[in-house]
């Protein structure tokens, strides 16, 4: 089983920052990526950011400039540096890791609320 250790969410004024991180631990193999979403109240989930192991990212066009995708192989943790927050990226960010073994899988974290406040 694989757990997910979200942490860094808060409340932040706009245009301040904040670093998120995530931890994956337990039986982990093959994975291919792993990555930020988030789900605004009344939203659908969205990718925020998701970075390969071979550390190819991608963004969504609203953080573009502002936010940074990072990852520590090994130590299976992966970061999101956000700056100059906007209200509206007011939402629950999830962490989310992908593999493959036998077949594709995918694990989420708990998520960590992050409140930007106007």
């Known amino acids: 089983q694989v757990q997910l250790a979200e942490s860094g969410g808060g409340l932040v004024q706009a245009g301040g920052s904040l670093r998120l991180s995530c931890a994956a631990s337990?039986?982990?193999?093959?994975?291919?990526?792993m990555g930020w979403y988030r789900q605004a109240p009344g939203k659908q989930r969205e990718l925020v950011a998701s970075?390969?192991?071979?550390?190819?990212?991608n963004y969504a066009d609203s953080v573009k400039g502002r936010v940074t995708i990072s990852r520590d192989n090994a130590k299976n943790t992966v970061y999101l540096q956000m700056n100059s927050l906007k209200p509206e990226d007011t939402a629950v960010y999830y962490c989310?890791?992908?593999?493959?073994?036998?077949?594709?899988?995918?694990?989420w974290g708990q998520g960590t609320q992050v409140t930007v406040s106007s």
């Open positions: 989310k890791l992908w593999g493959w073994t036998v077949n594709r899988y995918e694990y």
């Open positions: 970075i390969t192991s071979a550390g190819t990212t």
């Open positions: 337990g039986s982990i193999f093959n994975i291919l990526g």
